[in-house]
């Protein structure tokens, strides 16, 4: 029990940590005040994490993995039904990650591995939104060519990884608080997906009424 006692604190101070970076942003919150919400030393803190960048990097590490997760199952996707559930479940990894994109502009410039992690989700978003994109055209509900495909696919990316932003701004008090999320997250799909109207099949946009 004691040699397992070190990982579970090492993991508690991540999810305090991600509530407070959710709440009041990153640049807000000192490993002073991680400590004091969590009634620990700052030196127990250090001995898992000796730098706020650690902190930063591994809870990064792990919404890609999260996010990767999700991913690989772009493929998958045929219907536009099914475009909302899959772009759905990433907004909701985003959002529970939100910090990352609310302070990305400070986060990106005073941390270099950061910066590479970042750039890699980019890459990975983009080729998965693309594989969906393709996968959609397979199953007849959307005709691309090559060139629309990849301006499609990056304007998506776009707008996924920015949305939250947009809704800060417009509201910087309320936009990322947890009662805001199914609204927030509903506009945020529903713009994703305005971005596919122009190249959906006219049989899918203008379904026949069922007879039964």
């Given amino acids: 029990m004691t040699r397992k006692a070190p990982r579970r604190t090492a993991e508690r101070i991540l999810e305090v940590t991600l509530d407070l970076f959710n709440r009041f942003g990153e640049p807000n919150v000192s490993t002073t005040l991680i400590s004091a919400e969590m009634g620990i ?28 997760e999700v991913l690989q199952h772009a493929d998958a996707v045929r219907l536009v039904e099914d475009a909302e559930r899959f772009l759905r479940t990433l907004f909701e990894h985003i959002w529970a990650h939100r910090f990352l994109y609310r302070d990305l502009s400070d986060l990106l410039s005073k941390n270099r591995q950061l910066e590479t992690q970042l750039q890699r989700m980019h890459r990975h978003k983009t080729l998965a939104i693309r594989t969906m994109l393709v996968a959609m055209g397979r199953a007849h509900t959307l005709n ?69």
């Fill in 144 to 212: 691309l060519n090559a060139h629309e495909l990849d301006t499609t696919a990056n304007c998506m990316v776009v707008v996924l990884t920015h949305w939250l932003n947009h809704e800060y701004v417009l509201d910087p008090r309320q936009a990322l608080e947890p009662a805001n999320a199914p609204a927030a997250l509903q506009r945020g799909v529903a713009h994703v997906m305005h971005l596919l109207p122009a190249t959906v099949s006219h049989a899918t946009l203008h379904k026949p009424p069922s007879s039964g």
């Fill in 41 to 68: 030393s700052p030196g127990n803190l250090y001995y898992h994490y000796p730098a706020k960048d650690e902190l930063i990097n591994a809870l990064c590490q792990r919404h890609e993995e999260k996010l990767d």
